[in-house]
């Protein structure tokens, strides 16, 4: 049986193939071709979707981590005879992962605010649903500023963050 090498269609038939098959390798496939600089053999829509998509994805991470660091604020300050050294030590971990990914990710910094919003009614169902306390018990908005919320120094209800759990 003789081999002929694939048309560009014919090739990009079997690379929409693939990226509904195995995606990982797909990317694989689409790296190759572009440190070949071979840009006709490229599944162009999916590439473009999936940019966006990684785009999207550290939104998603903003929103979740300041969500998940809200929720444990709101707890600390709500339900102060539960604190614990995990409570404390989540708080610490989100305020340092959302400050990396916000050094990683400058042009996140507009979005703050917004983020903000959408991850305050998040950490407000989290709290609520860990602590058992009604969601009227938390406040409707957001009363911690986003400098508070990334500071070492706010713990709700402490006076000084330092000596937390020591």
């Not at 708080?91 to 703050?112: A, C, F, G, H, M």
Request: proline share 4%.
């Amino acid at each position: 049986m003789m081999h002929t090498p694939q048309t560009g269609q014919t090739a990009k038939r079997g690379m929409l193939n693939l990226y509904e098959t195995d995606f990982w390798a797909w990317t694989q496939e689409q790296a190759n071709l572009l440190r070949n600089c071979q840009w006709n053999q490229l599944d162009l829509p999916n590439l473009v979707e999936e940019i966006e998509s990684l785009g999207r994805k550290e939104r998603q991470e903003l929103r979740n981590r300041l969500s998940i660091l809200i929720g444990h604020l709101l707890k600390w300050e709500y339900q102060s005879e539960q604190r614990s050294r995990s409570w404390i030590a989540t708080i610490r971990v989100q305020r340092r992962e959302t400050l990396i990914l916000l050094s990683e990710n400058p042009s996140l910094k507009p979005y703050l605010e917004e983020a903000l919003q959408n991850a305050y009614t998040n950490g407000r169902d989290l709290a609520s649903g860990e602590t058992n306390l009604p969601l009227s018990t938390f406040p409707q908005e957001c009363s911690y500023t986003l400098e508070e919320i990334l500071s070492d120094i706010l713990y709700p209800g402490e006076s000084k963050a330092d000596d937390l759990m020591q």
